[in-house]
């Protein structure tokens, strides 16, 4: 049975990891390995660890930057140690950030965080058992949050 780590943080002004877990017990039957950490500098080792001390097959990586450019530096420097994580371990590490920012109020942004987290779940179980679905979807602008783009005609 596969075992898909999830990795979050207590900086999030929502619990991402809840929604995430949600979000697999709803269409698959898999093992699950949770472990939560401060910030979102701290996720690439949290990730890193689960698939090589916990066996995760894949891991998903929330938090939440804050709203201010400094947050967006870290946030950036996270990015960085995730994709390393990922080189380095050979493993997909599906990163879902929402900024503090990216909602006109309070209310949206909780929407955000839980759509963005539920459909980057669904991700994860494409990739790891439904890979050939990804390959559809190419090329047709999806989001993960907000309305999907569409795609563009020539």
Known sequence: MPTIGIADTTFARYDMGRAAIDEIQKNVSVKI???TVPGIKDLP??????????GCDIVMALG?????????????EASQGIIMAQLMTNTHIIEVFVHENEGKDEKELAFLMDRRTREHALNVI??????EKLIREAGT???????????LRS
Do not use: N, T, W, Y
Not at 45 to 54: D, N, P, S, T
Not at 64 to 76: F, L, R, S, V, Y
Not at 145 to 151: L, N, V
């Open 141 to 151: 602008g999806q989001r993960q949050g907000f309305e999907d783009a569409g795609s």
């Open 64 to 76: 939440m930057p804050g709203a201010k450019e400094q947050d967006k530096i870290c946030a950036h």
């Open 45 to 54: 080792v949290a990730a890193k660890k689960l698939i090589e001390e916990e």
């Open 126 to 131: 494409k990739l790891l058992f439904k890979p």
């Open 33 to 35: 390995k949770r472990v």
